[in-house]
């Protein structure tokens, strides 16, 4: 059941290692289904070795109802936001070293390049520490995502949302894309950022990016 689904969810996971937000085990991917079922990746499973198998149906209330792993640790928080956000059907989360080490500096991060605005369609705001593993997390997700497709955990990491798996993990790395270059940018003086017309501007041009379906 949902086997394209499961495959999607396990080559997220992989892209994810491959573009350097996560480490080992870490992390995790979720995507809803049928509107009262979600697929989650099992906990401390590396995603190169991820068979369908592994990924863990559940219910609204977090009742296995498909799979025989342990699903992710953060089940709770994912089931959460997905509870309280009706426009999100894939979540990832993961401890990405730029985004997550601007956190600790930021509250709200500056509108710096036109992909950050690109791929999180809006403004990214850092939530207060939330543990693993834990309720607060999806809270302060819920809490502090508003409009936009990305939250930074403060000293944690980061939840990305998404109409879609792409669209989360669009989110996701070219978030650290644009964190990096904005690191890279401080270290040699004051960055120049933009303007928030400008940035909204870089928002609505990318609802019109891709190709078109027939």
């Known amino acids: 059941m949902f086997e394209q689904e499961k495959n999607d969810l396990i080559k997220t996971g992989q892209a994810l290692k491959e573009n350097n937000l996560i480490s080992l ?3 995790n991917v979720s995507c809803r289904v049928d509107g009262d079922r979600f697929l989650v990746t099992p906990s401390g499973m590396a995603y190169e070795g991820m068979v369908p198998d592994d990924i863990v149906i559940l219910d609204i209330d977090g009742n ?20 309280n956000m009706s426009r999100v ?48 997390m999806g809270e302060e997700t ?3 995502i508003g409009d936009a497709n990305a939250v930074i955990l403060k000293n944690h990491g980061v939840i990305t949302v998404g109409a879609t798996i792409k669209e989360a993990l669009y989110a996701a790395v070219y978030m650290e894309d644009a964190l990096k270059t904005l690191f890279i940018a401080q270290s040699m003086g004051t960055p120049q950022l933009m303007t928030d017309a400008q940035y909204q501007e870089a928002i609505e041009v990318f609802q019109d990016y891709g190709q078109k379906k027939e």
């Open 64 to 83: 296995v109802l498909e799979g025989t792993k342990r699903p992710s640790v953060d089940s709770i928080a994912l089931l959460h936001v997905y509870k």
């Open 25 to 27: 085990s870490g992390g």
């Open 142 to 144: 819920v809490n502090h």
């Open 89 to 136: 059907n894939a979540i990832i989360h993961t401890h990405q070293p730029y985004a997550t080490a601007v956190g600790m500096v930021y509250d709200k991060i500056p509108p710096c390049v036109t992909t950050l605005a690109n791929a999180v369609q809006g403004v990214v705001h850092v939530a207060p520490f939330s543990s693993a593993a834990s309720l607060a």
